[in-house]
């Protein structure tokens, strides 16, 4: 099975920043693409931004567009999310997965159309 790695989770305050980082195989990272979902304790995961390695699409969620941004560093096989304005609603645990499949018309926004989930890493914004 392949290692998918979340880590940069932490305590923040309301209105502060933290950097995610997933670091995954090459075959994954430079496949269809890799994404970020989150999840609270009692709900289904969300997403919450996807994107290509060659920057053939980026997608955001509504909820943290403009405040959040997905990256990818090729030589390192690891992507990034960049938070930013972070606010308590936010307060989530972080999971990386790779997109396998293309599954409804927002394909996206969809967990089925990504597999090889890691972990995560958990976010909490506080005061």
């Known amino acids: 099975q392949a290692q998918v790695v979340e880590s940069g989770g932490g305590l923040v305050q309301p209105g502060g920043s933290l950097r995610l980082s997933c670091t995954a195989p090459g075959r994954l990272f430079r496949g269809y693409g890799m994404g970020w979902f989150r999840q609270t304790l009692g709900k289904e995961r969300e997403f919450v931004a996807t994107?290509?390695?060659?920057?053939?699409?980026?997608y955001y969620s509504d909820s943290v567009k403009g405040r959040f941004t997905i990256s990818g560093d090729n030589a390192k096989d690891t992507m990034y999310l960049q938070m930013s304005d972070l606010k308590i609603e936010d307060t989530a645990r972080y999971y990386c997965?790779?997109?396998?499949?293309?599954?409804?018309?927002?394909?996206?926004?969809?967990?089925?159309?990504?597999?090889?989930w890691g972990q995560g890493t958990q976010v909490t914004v506080s005061s």
């Open positions: 994107t290509r390695w060659s920057g053939e699409y980026t």
């Open positions: 997965g790779a997109l396998v499949a293309f599954v409804g018309a927002r394909w996206w926004t969809s967990t089925e159309s990504y597999g090889y």
